[in-house]
């Protein structure tokens, strides 16, 4: 898996040097001493690697990242640099890494490296997710956004809706969705230390946990990007996309034409379909079912305030949605699957929703026109083949969850019982 992710790496530093820009590879090696482009997610990081710490390890960690950014802001305050925090948290998971070889030894060094990896793999999935947008905006000049806006008739338009009523809550309401949208991660990061609370006390991870399903996402997510390269409205149909938007008409109004394949620059990210955003915030909501009250309504309102955030700010069409729905219960139906061991209900579930979403995507591209002239059918459609595969997924799931075995009561023994003296 090391040498599988470090190739992988590899291949996109290469390719993203191909049109002159640093790769995943760079960009972080230059956060170690370089204002990194996001604090909050390298010391979310940390935190996920601290799961195999001690208590007296985690207060020593936390202690040293904050030393070191305190030491990094004067610095930078002092030469009038970029001011952002984070370098600390980095430089103690390197430090971990080199304790690691030269302090520990056998399972312990295994577990403390598991630690070490899970937290970097956070931070390179991000950067990683950087190059390939590059790769995308380079490689696909011509767009799908005329069909799948057509198809969007047939659920109302939502990106419309939802971007007149964000527009009309005024700054606040916009600012909130736009910290939900942007620490996304760090969420996820909150609902994995959940699920990982234990892993310092029984010295192994779980079988499954949320990373597994977050990190896999956003490794094949980017494929359907380059298949199906969609900008997004706020691009397409908005004032964000200059000359090369067909009109700015988000979100005022919403007209049918027939579709057509539309070039676009080569800066903005084909990134919309399916919306990695909503398949990330599905896998948050249905992993922070097993928690804690707080854990669940925080789980719920993530989910809730990322889909308006997708929507209200023009990133994504309501088809995008449904479809990051499907994608993010199809992937976690089948690390499921793989971490119990593979059955006939698991390949089913993972089987149906594999052509459901293959469905979509082949709708959107070829049977947009027909959607958008008849939302009546349509729109239930869409919606009714969605529910299905979240239907499938709490049947099938729940069969999998341990039953609780039943207390026998015992029965009073029959024949002469001792009597008191």
């Not at 190739?7 to 972080?28: D, K, M, S």
């Not at 729940?398 to 075995?405: C, D, I, L």
Request: net charge positive.
């Amino acid at each position: 898996m090391v040498v599988v992710a470090l190739g992988f790496l590899i291949v996109l530093e290469i390719a993203a040097r191909h049109y002159g820009q640093p790769g995943p590879i760079t960009n972080q090696a230059k956060e170690i001493i370089f204002a990194p482009k996001s604090g909050p997610l390298l010391y979310a990081s940390m935190a996920l690697m601290m799961v195999v710490l001690t208590w007296r390890e985690r207060a020593i960690a936390m202690a040293a990242a904050v030393g070191i950014d305190i030491v990094f802001f004067l610095v930078r305050w002092a030469v009038d640099a970029k001011m952002m925090f984070g370098n600390g948290a980095l430089w103690v998971i390197v430090a971990c890494v080199v304790i690691a070889f030269t302090r520990r030894t056998g399972q312990e060094r295994v577990l403390l490296l598991k630690g070490v990896g899970l937290g970097l793999l956070l931070v390179a999935g991000r950067k990683t997710g950087d190059a390939w947008l590059l790769i995308t905006s380079k490689t696909r000049p011509a767009v799908l956004d005329q069909y799948v806006a057509t198809a969007d008739h047939a659920l109302g338009n939502p990106s419309w809706l939802v971007g007149r009523f964000v527009k009309s809550t005024g700054p606040i309401g916009a600012h909130i969705l736009d910290y939900v949208y942007i620490q996304l991660a760090v969420a996820a990061v909150l609902v994995a230390i959940y699920q990982l609370r234990n892993v310092s006390t029984e010295r192994r991870f779980p079988a499954h946990h949320l990373v597994r399903t977050f990190l896999v996402i956003g490794l094949l997510g980017p494929a359907f990007y380059m298949i199906f390269p969609v900008v997004g409205p706020i691009f397409a149909y908005g004032a964000d996309g200059g000359h090369w938007a067909v009109a700015n008409v988000w979100p005022n109004s919403a007209s049918i034409s027939v579709p057509h394949h539309m070039p676009f620059n080569e800066i903005t990210p084909r990134n919309c379909m399916p919306s990695l955003h909503t398949a990330w915030a599905t896998t948050i909501f249905i992993h922070s079912r097993k928690g804690p009250k707080l854990l669940q309504i925080a789980g719920a309102f993530w989910w809730i305030a990322t889909l308006g955030a997708t929507l209200g700010f023009g990133y994504h069409y309501g088809t995008d949605i449904i479809a990051g729905v499907v994608f993010a219960l199809t992937i976690e139906a089948a690390l499921r699957s793989l971490a119990r061991g593979w059955d006939r209900a698991g390949a089913q579930l993972v089987a149906y929703g594999a052509v459901i979403f293959t469905a979509l995507l082949v709708s959107y591209r070829y049977l947009s026109t027909t959607m958008a002239e008849h939302p009546w059918i349509f729109g239930p459609l869409l919606m009714l083949a969605t529910f299905s595969v979240i239907h499938y997924f709490i049947r099938t799931t729940k069969q999998w969850e341990p039953q609780a075995v039943p207390v026998r009561k015992l029965e009073p023994q029959a024949g002469p019982q001792p009597e008191l003296v």
